[in-house]
C-alpha cells in the first residue's frame, strides 16, 4: 500500500497543472456547501432567538404562528385586541415576575409603530439574552418621544432630533398624524431583529395619536392640537399583545392554561420557543433548498475529477500497462487511481475548510452586525462531519468510475505503440 500511495502522489504531481483546476473546484464547492450549511444553522440558531428570557406570549385568540407574526415580527395585523384590563389582570398574577404591553397597528413609510412601556426597553432581550442598548440619544420619556430602530435610522437618514410623522395602520397608504409629530430622542443598537426595523413609542402617545379619530377614521370637525393631548385621560384602552416572564419557567405550562382558560375574554398565551420552530418549519424549505444547490455544485465539482482523470487515462495508458507488466494486479491499479481520487478529495476539502474559515472570520462581524446571525469560524457539530463524510464517498466513488474503466485496457493495448 505505501509504495502505491508514493505511485499515487507522484503521478498527481506529474499532471499537477491539469489538476490544480479541479482541485480548486471541489475546494470552492466544499467551501460553499458547508458555508451553506453553516449559514443554515446560524439562521435557524438567530431565528430561535428573535426573542429571549420570554417565557409567554400573550394575545387575542388566533392561531400560535399568527401571534408570533405580529407580536414578535411585527408582520401583519392583528384581528382583534386584547383589553387592558385584563394585561392588569395577568400583572397581578403570583407566578408573573414582569409583562411588557405591545400596541401595534400604525406604521411610518412601512415600518411597523411599536406603543409600549418603559419595561421594553429593561426586559425585552435577543440573541443569547442580550439586552437592548442604543447607539445614540436616550429612552422615551416625553409624551410625543420616539426611539427608533437601526435599519429604520439608517434607511430613513434619521439622527436624534429629527421630527417624523406616523401613519395610521400599516403600509403607506394610511391617513397620516401630520398634527402630532414625534421627536427623535433614541436609536437602538443592530440586532438582527424585527426590532432593527420597529420605532418605538409610549403607550399613552399611541393613546393621543387617536384622540380625534373613532373607528379607524377621523371624527369630522374634531381636532386636538399636540399641546392638549396630556390634558384627557391617555390610559390605554386595549393593546396588541403583551411578552411576560415568569419567576418560575416551571410553572409556564401551568400559567399558559390559565390564561388559555381566562374567563374575561378569549386569550391565547404561546411558548415562545415552541412556536419559532413551528414557524421555521413552515419558512425552513428555502434552506433545504440551499443546502441542495449546494450539493449539486459539490457534485459539479467531483464531475470535474471524473472528467480529469477520464480524460488521462489516455495519457497513461503505457503508465498503466508497465505497471501490469511488472506485476501489479487489476486492483492494484484501482487502488492506485482510487488513493488518487481520495487524496485529491482530502486535499480539495481541507482547501475548502481553509477558504470558509478565513471568509467566515471576515463575515462573521458583517453578518451579526447586518442579519444577527453568529457565523461560527470553526467546524460546526455532526451535520457538517456527515457532509464531509459524505464527500469523500463521492470522492471515492467518482475515482473509482475511471479506475475500474482502466482494468479493462489491456496489456497488449498498452503496450503496442499507436500510429
Known sequence: ??????????????????????????????????????????????????????????????????????????????????????????????????????????????????????????RYRYGLSQPLELSAGRRFEGLFEAVLGAEVAERMKYKVGDRITISHGTGDVGAVHSDKPFTVVGVLRRTGTPVDRSIHVSLEAMEAIHLDWQGGMRIPGL???????????????????????????????QVQREINNYAGEALLAVLPGVALNELWSIVGVVENTLLLVAGMIVVIGLSGMIVAVWAGLNERRRELAILRSVGASPVDVIVLLALEGLLLTALGVTLGYALLTVLSLAAAPWMQARFGVVLPAWPGGRDELALVGMVFAAGLLAALLPALRACRLSLADGLTPRL
Open 1 to 122: 500500500m505505501k509504495h502505491l500511495l508514493t505511485l499515487a502522489l507522484a503521478s498527481a504531481w506529474n499532471r499537477r497543472f491539469t489538476l490544480t483546476l479541479t482541485l480548486a473546484a471541489i475546494a470552492l464547492s466544499v467551501a460553499m456547501l458547508l458555508g451553506v450549511e453553516r449559514i443554515r444553522n446560524a439562521a435557524h440558531e438567530s431565528f430561535a432567538h428573535s426573542i429571549s428570557g420570554t417565557d409567554l406570549v400573550v394575545g387575542p385568540r388566533t392561531s400560535p404562528v399568527q401571534l408570533m407574526l405580529y407580536a414578535v415580527f411585527r408582520i401583519g395585523e392583528a384581528t382583534t385586541n386584547m383589553k387592558w384590563a385584563s394585561y392588569e389582570e395577568l400583572a397581578k398574577n403570583p407566578d408573573v415576575d414582569w409583562i411588557v404591553p405591545l400596541s401595534i397597528g400604525d406604521s411610518h413609510h412601512g415600518f411597523p409603530v411599536v406603543g409600549t412601556s418603559a419595561a421594553y426597553f429593561e
Open 223 to 253: 381636532s386636538i392640537p399636540p399641546q392638549f393631548a396630556k390634558k384627557f385621560d391617555l390610559a390605554p384602552k386595549e393593546i396588541t399583545a403583551a411578552l411576560i416572564g415568569l419567576k418560575s419557567r416551571a410553572r409556564a405550562f
